[in-house]
């Protein structure tokens, strides 16, 4: 009886069960365990696998950091910051610049009421009819004042100038069940992919039932929009970029994946997806999972004086104290 008690717990079969039994009772737990260990997994596998920095000369990081904020003051700046930083990138031949800023809502700076007010009491005061030449003179400073604070004004015309900037926009992720309320405008349907094959047995791309846009002026005057999404895990960890957003039908691309490429002088139409080719960025091949989101690869010096990309404090680019700033 003991010999035979060992041979069956002895067996491939009994072994096997055993296995799928625990991770079954992993599986109905309720508490995912398994995503956990597989989690647990791929961070060790991240820190365990040298990567290859060399290419680093490619990327700059331009930090909004505590010696920027104490020098230009507390957030957000006055955006005519940020047209004269986009001023001195297009100087250095920056190749494609992408924001990291969202121009959700118009910064209105209070000394336009001010001007506004002067306006209407110069309206009622008769002083024009009166005084022809001081009325040119008065009129011409308060245009010029009213520019010289429209700071949205200023720096939607940079961006325009520049010609290589990204703007990051937002989805409200959730899976839909009616239509859009209204259709995108056509300078905002120009950031989508075309070349989607969709596959319902392979799955889909992360879906959304409505969108945040930049300010009309920004969203027309930027090269192109990427999304800005993050996609947390259950613990918080962000492994993943979702390089398509499936928007009714309609899928658009991340921020990361325009910046790539426009990087390699492609657009929207040189992405493609399809459940036998995968996600496409003109001949790379990008390997994705089911929701076409890409498990990230972080790098991990541990050298400070040699970072992964070569980053400049803002403040010391505007002030022209950076030598170079890589393309």
């Known amino acids: 009886m003991a010999k035979a008690k060992r041979s069956l717990l002895g067996s491939d079969w009994f072994i096997g069960l055993l296995i799928g039994l625990f991770f079954t009772s992993l599986t109905f737990t309720g508490i995912g365990l398994l995503e956990g260990l597989e989690r647990t997994l791929y961070d060790a596998g991240v820190r365990g696998t040298p990567r290859d920095i060399s290419t680093t000369d490619k990327v ?70 009166s005084n022809p030449d001081f009325a040119n003179r008065f009129e011409q400073a308060l245009i010029e004042a009213y520019i010289a604070l429209d700071t949205d004004s200023v720096l939607v015309e940079s961006i325009a100038a520049t010609g290589k900037v990204i703007l990051p926009w937002m989805f409200q992720l959730g899976s839909p ?22 596959d319902p047995q392979f799955g889909r791309a992360v879906p959304a039932v409505g969108a945040i846009l930049p300010l009309d002026g920004y969203s027309r005057a930027a090269n192109a929009l990427g999304h800005f999404n993050i996609l947390p895990d259950q613990d918080g960890g ?13 899928h658009y691309p991340s921020m990361a994946l325009v910046l790539a490429a426009r990087s390699l002088n492609l657009g929207v139409e040189d992405i493609s997806f ?54």
């Open 60 to 129: 700059s990081i331009i930090a909004i950091d505590d010696k920027s904020l104490e020098r230009i003051g507390r957030w957000p700046w006055p955006r005519n910051y940020h047209a004269d930083m986009l001023q001195l990138l297009t100087e250095a031949q920056a190749k494609t610049v992408g924001m990291g800023i969202f121009f959700f809502e118009a910064q209105i700076d209070p000394g336009i009421v001010h001007i506004e007010n002067l306006e209407k009491i110069y309206a009622n005061s008769g002083v024009g009819r």
């Open 274 to 327: 399809s459940p036998e080719d995968g996600l496409r960025l003109g001949q790379l091949r990008i390997v994705t999972d089911s929701s076409l989101r890409m498990f990230s690869g972080f790098y991990h010096t541990g050298d400070s004086t040699n970072p992964a990309f070569a980053s400049y404090s803002f403040i010391d680019v505007l002030n022209r104290s950076v030598e170079n700033i890589n393309e």
């Open 238 to 250: 962000v492994r993943t970029d979702g390089l398509l957003i499936d928007y009714y039908g309609d």
């Open 177 to 198: 069940i009616g239509r859009p309320d209204q259709p995108f405008p056509d300078h905002i349907t120009k950031n989508r992919v075309e070349q989607v094959v969709v």
